[in-house]
């Protein structure tokens, strides 16, 4: 069980927007920065969203991160079939001293 | 550019201890803490603990405290993983992943190495 929550999956159509969430608590999201990492199929996760709303160089901005209290969500706009992947919310816990994860969301489009 | 590269799959019985290696290049090996995160099939990602190669001093996730050590060979750029007194829930994609600070993100990550431990 994930410190972390998120759905299991999400799917949408090309085009349109989908938003996965990530629930936390305030030793986690409610105190630190949230992470969103894209996993694709067969490949190492790569980091997409960092500080909470920040895109490294190269992420398109049709993905947006967004925090509030003790959740967060990760906003995917424009789906393209390129975006089917496991995506995997993260921050530091201060209870646990260690970084947490959420389960993970398979994207599906459809 | 910066690029992680990680040692090739293992098999592994039960009990046994497997040693993942994680090559740095591009970037001053000293100035970024690295990460070992592992990925169990049909699980999602377990953070297992990271090592500072300037202090060389580490901090391992309660779960592993006692089964996991992670050294650094500064002269070969390398962090090394070793897990021991391996079961088979330890079947896993293992990833080192580097970050600027210990609580920061992870901004690259090597390409995973499969240990699969079985009789």
């Known amino acids: 069980q994930s410190v972390l929550t998120q759905p299991p999956s999400a799917s949408g159509t090309p085009g349109q927007r989908v938003t996965i969430s990530c629930s936390g608590s305030?030793?986690?999201?409610?105190?630190?920065?949230i992470y969103w990492y894209q996993q694709l199929p067969g490949t190492a996760p790569k980091l997409l969203i960092y500080r909470n709303n920040q895109r490294p160089s190269g992420v398109p901005d049709r993905f947006s991160g967004s925090k509030s209290g003790t959740s967060a969500s990760l906003a995917v706009s424009g789906l393209r079939s390129e975006d089917e992947a496991d995506y995997y919310c993260?921050?530091?816990?201060?209870?646990?001293?260690?970084?947490?994860f959420g389960g993970g969301t398979k994207l599906t489009v459809l | 550019q910066v690029q992680l590269v990680q040692s090739g799959a293992e098999v592994k019985k039960p009990g046994a201890s497997v040693k993942v290696s994680c090559k740095a290049s591009?970037?001053?090996?000293?100035?970024?803490?690295i990460h070992w995160v592992r990925r169990a099939p049909g699980q999602g990602l377990e953070w297992m603990g990271l090592?500072?190669?300037?202090?060389?001093?580490?901090t391992y996730a309660q779960k592993f405290q006692g089964r996991v050590t992670m050294t650094r060979d500064t002269s070969a750029r390398t962090v090394y993983m070793e897990l021991s007194s391996l079961r088979s829930e330890d079947t896993a994609v293992f990833y080192c992943a580097r970050s600027l600070a210990a609580r920061s993100h992870f901004d690259y990550w090597g390409q995973g190495t499969l240990v699969t431990v079985s009789s």
């Open positions: 993260s921050a530091w816990d201060d209870s646990l001293s260690a970084w947490v």
């Open positions: 305030t030793s986690n999201i409610g105190s630190y920065y």
């Open positions: 090592i500072n190669p300037s202090a060389d001093s580490t």
């Open positions: 591009g970037y001053t090996f000293t100035s970024y803490y």
